[in-house]
């Protein structure tokens, strides 16, 4: 049986997918499109209140490694919430430059899948609360939950449930759960494959792609126990503002921090 979690406030955080210098955003993973400078953004979110950050780069396969560290230290100067830095991390030394350069965490995805102990390695290291293990998932028409890597480009053939399992075993102290189908589609996130994730581990599982309105955090949170949301489209085509959500989601008894203007 998985240990109970505790029931903390509900982070909102930032979620800002990098290719090259350019904040991009995409639908399923795919049809990119470019919105703008990224730390101008981060900026803008982090006075909005926003609990965390998260940068991923979506690129970083075609050049094996990351190449957030000049965003990430220009970000770090001036903003102060946790940021999560992911894409391309494929050694400790991966991990060890970008939390150098100012992330808090790292999350791996693609080089924990080709060696598990890799987050074994980056938990003993630097702690499991830097590993984060990003898991990209996608319902297969036999109902499996299959694991992608590459930008949901490449199928692993792996079980999602069963590799959260194995990855929080490995020492991975949070997960990052991206929905392949639900990614920038404004329909809601993915609460079937958040709630049976979450009821496997017992540590914080991050619902990221399908935002659309606030009525989708309670659902996820409600329904499916997430203890955080990453929202991307809605902040960066100014549909809503991170006080408008923190605000709606408040009102409807979901535990978030408060913030007075």
């Not at 050694?91 to 939390?99: G, M, R």
């Amino acid at each position: 049986m998985v240990e109970q979690k505790d029931r903390h406030n509900v982070r909102l955080i930032a979620r800002l997918d990098i290719k090259g210098p350019n904040l991009i955003k995409a639908i399923n993973l795919e049809g990119i499109r470019v919105i703008g400078d990224p730390n101008e953004h981060a900026r803008r979110y982090y006075e909005q209140g926003a609990d965390e950050l998260i940068y991923m780069d979506m690129v970083a396969s075609l050049y094996g490694r990351n190449n957030l560290h000049d965003i990430v230290k220009a970000t770090s100067n001036n903003i102060f919430v946790p940021i999560t830095v992911g894409g391309g991390v494929r050694s400790v030394d991966d991990a060890e430059a970008l939390l150098f350069a100012g992330a808090d965490k790292v999350a791996v995805n693609t080089a924990a899948t080709q060696n598990p102990t890799l987050i074994t390695d980056i938990s003993r290291r630097f702690g499991a609360q830097c590993m984060v293990l990003s898991i990209e998932a996608k319902k297969m028409p036999d109902g499996q939950w299959r694991v992608y890597v590459d930008c949901g480009r490449e199928d692993t053939g792996m079980d999602a449930i069963a590799w959260a399992k194995q990855g929080v075993a490995n020492g991975a102290g949070e997960i990052l759960l991206t929905s392949i189908d639900h990614e920038g589609t404004r329909k809601g996130f993915d609460t079937e494959l958040t709630k049976l994730i979450a009821a496997e581990v017992p540590v914080p599982v991050i619902a990221s792609g399908g935002f659309g309105k606030t009525q989708d955090i309670v659902d996820v949170v409600s329904n499916a126990d997430a203890d955080g949301v990453a929202i991307a489209d809605a902040l960066h085509y100014g549909r809503m503002t991170l006080p408008e959500i923190r605000n709606e989601a408040i009102q409807q008894n979901i535990p978030m921090r408060s913030i007075i203007a």
